[in-house]
C-alpha cells in the first residue's frame, strides 16, 4: 500500500512558476514508476509527466515539453514538478501516481493515486 500526498498548488499569473512535490508513504517508493496527471473541469484526466523508477527516464506530454521538469528523490520518496512559463490552460486539478509496471502515460496501469492539488492560472 502506498499513500501519496500532493502540495504546491495555487494561484499564479499566466508566465509564472510552480513546483508540485508529493511525498509518498512506505518504504518501497524507489521500486514504483511514477506521474503527475492533471484533469481540467470537464475534461478527462490527461498524462502530464512521468519518471522511472531510478529518475533515469522520463517522459512528457507535448503540451508540457521544455516547461515542465520531473525529478524525484528516493532518498527522500518524493516526486516532485517544476512548472514553469505556466499557461492559462494548465489550469487544473494536478495528481501524483504510482505503479509498479514501469514509466507509463497510461493512467489505468498506475496503482496509487493522491488526493490532487488545485493549480490555477490567471490570464
Known amino acids: 500500500q502506498v499513500q501519496l500526498v500532493e502540495s504546491g498548488g495555487g494561484l499564479v499569473q499566466a508566465g509564472g512558476s510552480l513546483r508540485l512535490s508529493c511525498i509518498a508513504s512506505g518504504r518501497t517508493f524507489s521500486s514504483y514508476s511514477m506521474g503527475w496527471f492533471r484533469q481540467a473541469p470537464g475534461k478527462e484526466r490527461e498524462f502530464v509527466s512521468g519518471?522511472?523508477?531510478?529518475?533515469?527516464?522520463?517522459a512528457y506530454a507535448d503540451s508540457v515539453k521544455g516547461r515542465f521538469t520531473i525529478s524525484r528523490d528516493n532518498a527522500k520518496n518524493t516526486v516532485s514538478l517544476q512548472m514553469n512559463s505556466l499557461k492559462p490552460e494548465d489550469t487544473a486539478v494536478y495528481y501524483c501516481a504510482a505503479n509498479r509496471l514501469g514509466l507509463t502515460l497510461t493512467s489505468s496501469a498506475y496503482d496509487y493515486w493522491g488526493q490532487g492539488t488545485q493549480v490555477t492560472v490567471s490570464s
Open positions: 519518471i522511472s523508477r531510478s529518475g533515469i527516464n522520463t
